[in-house]
């Protein structure tokens, strides 16, 4: 059974910067995909950003790219989230997740998930 928990959310202006850190617990993550999620309020859950643990290819949603960085560690934290030039419309909670198999846009197909940290982004 797979953990996960989020951290380093927080309220910063826009144009700033945060890092997220996603916490994991459990067997291995080989063969795994890891992702970024995010949720604005009154929207639903979207895709931010994802890798796969074995290969490292790193997928971003057009409105990230340039701007956000998914990397891993093979330590005790499995993936963080760079986030530079923030925007207001970066606002959400933020989550990460676990899934076997590729990395995929579709918040379904991914298996388990954090909690969510909060990021807001004032103008």
């Known amino acids: 059974q797979v953990q996960l928990g989020e951290s380093g959310g927080g309220l910063v202006q826009a144009g700033g910067s945060l890092r997220l850190t996603c916490g994991a617990s459990?067997?291995?993550?080989?063969?795994?995909?890891l992702g970024w999620f995010r949720q604005a309020p009154g929207k639903g859950r979207e895709f931010v950003a994802g890798t796969t643990w074995s290969a490292g290819v790193t997928t971003y949603t057009d409105s990230v790219k340039g701007r956000f960085t998914i990397s891993r560690d093979g330590a005790k934290n499995p993936v963080f989230l760079q986030m530079n030039s923030l925007r207001p419309e970066d606002t959400a909670v933020y989550y990460c997740?676990?899934?076997?198999?590729?990395?995929?846009?579709?918040?379904?197909?991914?298996?388990?998930w954090g909690r969510g940290t909060q990021v807001t982004v004032s103008s």
């Open positions: 997740a676990v899934r076997r198999g590729p990395v995929t846009e579709i918040t379904s197909q991914w298996d388990y």
């Open positions: 459990g067997p291995s993550f080989s063969g795994l995909a």
